[in-house]
């Protein structure tokens, strides 16, 4: 190899550390800039200790609930280390932060832990048919329209008071045994009563556990007419006057007088729209109203959420403090600011009271108190700090409301609001200012309206399609439209109405209120008669949601450009959700009411009547909402007289069977790779044969049941054999899990 000569001119290369450097240092600047708003991920790691609890398959044990009570205690010394405890070592951030997230995971996990022992109440084990007697504490509508009613202060006749639930709901009968029904008033009827239901699918919505945490531990249907309480079981005794179950009787009465007061100024739908904004009863709410605002997307104005809680608060802050300004002495003499803070927090307070309090609405309270306590102690009150506050304080007080779908819409709108709102506060150009011309400000005013829509419809429309399986096409030009309405026009006249109330004077407001609550429904038709109004979605994957939801927090939170990732994320989510989950190939209703198997041209079900409530939900999960009897004319399963029959992908057949069961019936279906479900078949009548045999014990331990091929490893169509799975059987060691009833309800 030849020499290579040295050049004495050429110095050699020399590596520099300084690039290194750089990158080292900008990265510390950005971490240094992002830890202020580290303490925002507090509701995230709370609501991941929750979630780990829910997903359990059976309830943990005491010392592991222990151990994360104690955790977030033991964990506050270790961070207090070199800061107020002499002679010890400050930890360094990274772990500090890390065994925060620790603790408040364990915080999340055991608040949940310990509500769903707190909330525990009596639980109907089996269907029944008898007298109840309770007073009215709601009055709704069930899906097909018929009024239902809750009662609390249960007493039912041939159960002891350790038996008895703390709150059982009953659909009453309609037509000729219709009755008028009042709130607090005490009533009896003979009805037929069961245990909240399961999932009418394998990882569906579990209504048992969301019954739970209501103390609801009955429902069912009534059978004979509404009559006044009896005599000789109401009590008799003088109650104390101040005690609370008194005082929250005396303000359920008062919610029945105002709403009996609304629907009589105003007796149509209009009456009924105000009585469910004012007084939380939607009793009067037709069903054709309710679908209207639903497929319009503006279902939201009916229910009392965090806007109608702003808006009151706005209305009473802002009114509280013209009033303090009409009279100069005190004005210079008071923060009116915050004496108007906190009159508009009493004035919350007491729409809370008056609207029912429903978790909903609890939850809109926390969330405005937390902006009117930001006031009166000179902080921001739009800020993401008040919000994870006010999220913080949900999530210990009612864990379960982080599986719930408004808590989920209701704070993805709302951080998505005050992230906007924050974007825009640090852009000068997206501001007016003192000499911005007047078309520049309408500019901006109307730009903001419809950001603000566009961003909380962005924002909500994952979650509503995920809970729902329905997007609103239009959901956006008739939010434009109604919201002002309703900002503008609706909410003043209705809380002047409030004011006006005890001297008499509410009659006008709420004839106007009226008039704005007629132009909301009239955009409500308008927009839902518009074609392709509404747009069906299947039922995501499992971790679609979830990921979405750590992009938008992601994308909120942090301040810098380390926020961007959140939109990767984002992404991602939405790549494995377009194509869709995999459905249950073959589903059976609870009981073995129906069965549905999905082919070429959707599922197709085995009847065109009963078992709706399931049919339904298995159709809307499929993202394909057609009716009943659409389903039940489709191609795919053998309907015969007290029999069905459909053929799995693989080969093997599933046969319902319906009726009484013989073992003659049985033995003429159980044939080599067949399931045969028998609901009711007789005791003892097994099917002699190769057949899988799901008789009416089986049934009732499994709940609904789906059926898929299961192939073997020789992976051709007719190999293996097939998974069956049931819904009861995930919660079956869970506090909420109790057996099905024995009969479908009427609902």
Not at 342 to 347: D, E, F, H
Not at 465 to 484: C, I, Q, S, V
């Amino acid at each position: 190899m030849p020499d290579v000569p040295h050049n004495p001119s050429v110095a050699p290369a020399r590596w520099s550390a300084a690039p290194l450097r750089r990158a080292a240092d900008a990265w510390a600047g950005l971490v240094e800039r992002e830890r202020r708003r580290a303490p925002l991920w507090a509701p995230a790691f709370l609501g991941l200790g929750i979630w780990i609890y829910f997903s359990l398959l059976a309830e943990p044990d005491g010392w592991a609930v222990a151990a994360c009570v104690a955790l977030p205690a033991a964990i506050v010394p270790i961070l207090m280390m070199g800061r107020r405890i002499p002679g010890t070592t400050a930890l360094p951030p990274i772990a500090a932060a890390l065994l925060v997230a620790v603790g408040l995971v364990a915080a999340g996990f055991a608040s949940a832990s310990l509500r769903a022992g707190v909330v525990a109440a009596p639980v109907l084990a089996e269907r029944i048919d008898a007298t109840v007697q309770g007073r009215v504490a709601e009055i709704t509508r069930s899906h097909t329209d018929r009024r239902r009613v809750e009662l609390r202060d249960v007493v039912i006749y041939g159960l002891s008071p350790g038996e008895t639930p703390r709150r059982v709901r009953v659909t009453l009968l309609e037509g000729a045994f219709a009755r008028k029904v009042s709130l607090g008033e005490r009533i009896e009827v003979f009805a037929q009563l069961g245990p909240p239901e399961g999932p009418v699918e394998p990882g569906g919505f579990d209504f048992r556990r969301h019954a739970w945490f209501e103390s609801l531990g009955a429902i069912g249907f009534a059978r004979g007419p509404l009559v006044a309480a009896h005599p000789d079981v109401v009590e008799t005794a003088a109650p104390d006057p101040w005690s609370l179950a008194q005082v929250a009787l005396a303000v359920e009465r008062l919610r029945g007088r105002l709403t009996d007061g609304i629907l009589a100024a105003l007796p149509n739908r209009e009456g009924a729209f105000a009585a469910a904004i004012l007084t939380g009863s939607r009793e009067e709410v037709r069903g054709d109203e309710m679908q209207a605002l639903r497929d319009s997307n503006l279902a939201h104005l009916l229910a009392i959420s965090g806007l109608h809680m702003g808006l009151l608060a706005a209305i009473a802050f802002w009114s509280a403090r013209f009033l303090l300004a009409c009279w100069p002495w005190l004005a210079v003499r008071v923060p009116t600011k915050k004496v108007a803070a906190g009159a508009a927090l009493a004035a919350a307070a007491g729409y809370l009271a008056l609207s029912g309090a429903s978790v909903a609405t609890q939850r809109a309270f926390v969330m405005a108190a937390a902006a009117l306590i930001a006031i009166m102690v000179d902080r921001p009150a739009i800020s993401l700090r008040a919000l994870a506050a006010a999220a913080v304080a949900i999530l210990l007080i009612r864990p379960e409301s982080l599986m719930d779908a408004g808590f989920q819409m209701s704070f993805a709108a709302t951080a998505a609001l005050v992230g906007a709102w924050e974007f825009a506060r640090d852009r000068r150009w997206l501001r007016p200012s003192h000499e911005s011309g007047r078309g520049r400000r309408i500019l901006l005013w109307a730009g903001g309206l419809l950001l603000t829509s566009l961003v909380a419809g962005a924002a909500t429309a994952p979650f509503a399609a995920a809970h729902f399986n329905r997007m609103t096409t239009w959901g956006l030009p008739a939010n434009l439209l109604a919201a002002p309405v309703m900002a503008f026009w609706v909410a003043p006249m209705g809380a002047l109405s409030a004011a006006l109330a005890p001297l008499g004077l509410h009659q006008w407001p709420l004839t106007a209120m009226g008039w704005g609550v007629g132009v909301i429904l009239d955009i409500a038709q308008v927009f839902a008669g518009l074609p392709l109004a509404v747009r069906p979605v299947s039922s995501p994957p499992p971790v679609a949601l979830p990921l979405l939801a750590l992009g938008g927090l992601w994308l909120v939170i942090w301040a810098s450009r380390l926020r961007l990732a959140g939109l990767a994320a984002m992404l991602a989510a939405a790549a494995i959700w377009i194509p869709g989950g995999e459905r249950p190939e073959l589903l059976i209703a609870p009981r073995a009411a129906a069965m549905g198997v999905l082919g070429e041209q959707g599922r197709a079900v085995d009847r065109a009547r009963g078992a709706g409530y399931a049919i339904e939900t298995w159709l809307a999960n499929d993202g394909d909402p057609v009716e009943q009897a659409v389903a039940a004319g489709r191609p795919g399963i053998d309907r015969q007289p007290r029999r069905a029959e459909a053929a799995l992908a693989n080969g093997w057949r599933v046969v319902l069977l319906g009726g009484i069961v013989t073992p003659e019936r049985l033995q003429e279906d159980c044939a080599a790779r067949t399931v045969v479900l028998a609901y009711s078949a007789r005791p003892g009548a097994g099917a002699p044969g190769p057949c899988v045999t799901l008789d009416g014990d089986a049934l009732r331990g499994l709940g609904a049941v789906s059926i898929e091929p299961d192939d073997g490893p020789e992976g051709g169509p007719d190999s293996g054999g097939v998974r069956i799975r049931g819904s009861l059987s995930d919660a079956r060691l869970r506090l909420w899990g109790r057996a099905d009833p024995q009969r479908d309800p009427v609902d």
